[in-house]
């Protein structure tokens, strides 16, 4: 499992998360933060700091917020 960023980055894109992820699997794109859900060791720590509450686990998902995952697996897979 790993977390995915939501649509409140979009606004917001504060970037707290970037310094605390211990293994650097945040990356910022055109329009919000992705989390590299291949490498997101699920530790939390973004969770903890996002001012915007814009970081869910990955198995909280609702149906509508899929695309958010969807998306951060399409950013990574053109690196």
């Given at each position: 499992m790993?977390?995915?960023i939501?649509?409140?980055?979009?606004?917001?894109?504060?970037?707290?998360?970037?310094?605390?992820?211990?293994?650097?699997?945040?990356?910022?794109?055109?329009?919000?933060?992705?989390?590299?859900?291949?490498?997101c060791?699920?530790?939390?720590?973004?969770?903890?700091?996002?001012?915007?509450?814009?970081?869910?686990?990955?198995?909280?998902?609702?149906?509508?917020?899929?695309?958010?995952?969807?998306?951060?697996?399409?950013?990574?897979?053109?690196?």
């Open positions: 790993a977390f995915v939501l649509d409140p980055c979009r606004n917001e894109k504060a970037a707290e998360c970037v310094s605390v992820c211990p293994v650097d699997c945040i990356e910022e794109g055109p329009d919000q933060f992705y989390i590299d859900p291949d490498v060791i699920d530790c939390g720590a973004c969770l903890a700091v996002c001012p915007v509450d814009a970081i869910v686990e990955e198995y909280d998902l609702t149906p509508e917020q899929e695309v958010y995952l969807e998306k951060a697996e399409e950013f990574f897979a053109n690196r």
